[in-house]
């Protein structure tokens, strides 16, 4: 029988010298290694599916990885693991937290940023990614530790019903309460970001691509990234090719930047990431931007800005040179039909060397053990 004994007690008996930094730190890495599988193996499953249509001469269309049977399966394989991937970051965090009751908090929370689930519409209307998710393991977690303070105050004739029906219905109303409170906020942003996109378009090209690159790499499935994407998409029904070929590159260069730096900067980077830094090599050349999410939240404010830079200057370069993108996704399985395709290579090569370089210069080394 499960009986919860509260998470601050834990941290005090094991780590009562460690720093507030130091603990945000090791929660947040509790989240990113159990994530990681998640990531790997379905990031994986996708970029066969890919594979397997560009194989069997598929259309490369916005259906592009489901065409032919084996690539269907795969696809929807891979998405089954890949759902998964940020509702685990944020249980586990928040796990790491509130011990037990933070788990249902935090994968709960991580679960409706995916979906944007909203009090208007919480079957899902605006997806906050990531970057919502880190909002509902940490916050939700602390809130759950709060909440298990407060019924410390209740009779002890309750402590057997505690963990079993106090805290999950206490934290599952907290966390609901506050990302349909979140999401909206996202969906406004969202909503300007768009329009900005499309004034935008009537200026500087290489400007937009710039932009269109960083919001790529930002949040990495949030409001930024969607809203890049979804302008991209909308970009190919009405003829203009060349904002979508910034906005894959863009994408692409996140999980490459990474790979290339946990390749030449292994002191960087701890044993576990520089093991799976090789798998973003293939996730970045699929297009799978989300490979770069467990490195982005172990370590956001270095991460995040280098890829950044690394995609605005790739998404600044497909533009400058003219390429152009007819294809929705898809990565190099559709450089096939990439207009300037040569020149298309050259900017994701410099982008990613760029995000690389960045990654080598701003990330610190880590403490051997």
């Known amino acids: 029988m499960y009986h919860h004994e509260g998470g601050t007690d834990t941290s005090k008996s094991s780590s009562g010298d460690e720093s507030f930094g130091r603990k945000i730190y090791k929660h947040l890495m509790n989240g990113v290694s159990n994530m990681l ?5 379905g990031g994986i499953f996708i970029a066969l599916a890919f594979l397997i249509d560009s194989l069997g001469g598929a259309p490369q269309d916005a259906g592009f990885g489901t065409h032919l049977a ?5 696809k929807t394989i891979g998405g089954y693991a890949f759902n998964f991937m ?3 970051l944020a249980g ?6 509130a ?31 990531f970057l919502g998710a880190l909002l509902a393991g940490f916050i939700g977690g602390y809130l759950m530790l709060f909440l298990e303070k407060i019924c410390d105050r209740l009779p002890k004739a309750l402590n057997g019903i505690k963990p079993v029906l106090i805290y999950p219905l206490g934290g599952l109303a907290i966390v609901a309460v506050m990302m349909c409170a979140v999401n909206p906020i996202m969906g406004m942003l969202n909503e300007g970001l768009a329009n ?7 200026t500087s090209k290489i400007l937009l691509g710039c932009v269109l690159g960083g919001m790529m790499s930002i949040d990495m499935g949030g409001p930024f990234n969607k809203a890049a994407y979804v302008f991209g998409t909308a970009s190919i029904a009405s003829g203009n090719f060349d904002i979508m070929a910034a906005v894959m590159v863009g994408g692409m260069v996140p999980p490459l930047a990474i790979a290339l730096a946990t390749t030449f900067f292994k002191n960087k980077f701890t044993e576990e990431e520089r093991k799976n830094g090789p798998v973003n090599y293939i996730m970045g050349l699929s297009f799978i931007t989300e490979g770069a ?18 995609a605005a200057t790739a998404g600044g370069l497909s533009m400058a040179l003219g390429c152009t993108l007819r294809a929705p996704h898809g990565g190099i399985f559709v450089f096939p039909v990439v207009g300037n395709a040569l020149q298309y290579v050259l900017a ?19 403490a051997k053990n």
Do not use: E, Q
């Open 37 to 41: 599988p998640f990531t790997v193996a």
């Open 70 to 74: 084996a690539a269907a399966w795969f």
């Open 86 to 88: 940020i509702p685990i």
């Open 92 to 97: 586990y965090i928040g796990k790491s937290i």
């Open 99 to 129: 011990d037990r009751p933070g788990l249902l908090v935090g994968m709960a929370g991580g679960a409706m940023a995916v979906a944007g689930a909203t009090f208007a519409s919480p079957g899902g209307d605006v997806p906050s990614g």
């Open 196 to 202: 900005f996109l499309t004034n935008m378009g009537s």
């Open 293 to 310: 999410i467990p490195y982005a939240a172990a370590d956001p404010l270095r991460v995040i800005p280098s890829c950044m830079i690394g």
């Open 348 to 366: 994701l090569v410099i982008g990613s060397l760029v995000g690389m370089l960045m990654l080598g210069l701003l990330k610190k080394k880590v």
